[in-house]
């Protein structure tokens, strides 16, 4: 079955970077979307950053336009997320997740099949 493993999360002053990755396995989909989301307690899931596998094209929330890269290396599917000049409102918990039968990417968490178990992101000075 299919299993999404995030990690690179950690703790980072303002202005730092990080480099989050997301393996997955038994993961056979070459098309549809894959994204990063992340959550903060008492609010909802949000996206992050998204890329759709057929195109390459990538889409980001406003408030990680330009500081946050979405990639993801195909042949061993797997995703990324290097971010940087990060703020403390970036903190929280970062998921990986995959709609491999979409045609086009959305920021709905209800279009997405399969999710990671999350990877903590905390910026605090």
């Known amino acids: 079955q299919v299993q999404l493993v995030e990690s690179g999360g950690g703790s980072v002053q303002p202005g730092g970077s990080l480099r989050l990755s997301c393996a997955a396995s038994?993961?056979?989909?070459?098309?549809?979307?894959m994204g990063w989301f992340r959550q903060t307690p008492g609010k909802d899931r949000e996206g992050v950053a998204l890329?759709?596998?057929?195109?390459?094209?990538?889409y980001y929330a406003d408030s990680v336009k330009g500081r946050f890269t979405i990639s993801i290396e195909n042949a061993n599917v797997t995703l990324y997320l290097e971010m940087s000049t990060l703020k403390p409102e970036d903190t929280g918990m970062y998921y990986c997740?995959?709609?491999?039968?979409?045609?086009?990417?959305?920021?709905?968490?209800?279009?997405?099949?399969?999710w990671g178990q999350g990877t903590q992101v905390t910026v605090s000075s």
């Open positions: 038994g993961y056979t989909y070459s098309s549809g979307c």
């Open positions: 997740a995959a709609a491999p039968l979409r045609a086009l990417c959305s920021w709905g968490v209800y279009d997405y099949n399969y």
């Open positions: 890329i759709r596998r057929r195109t390459g094209s990538t």
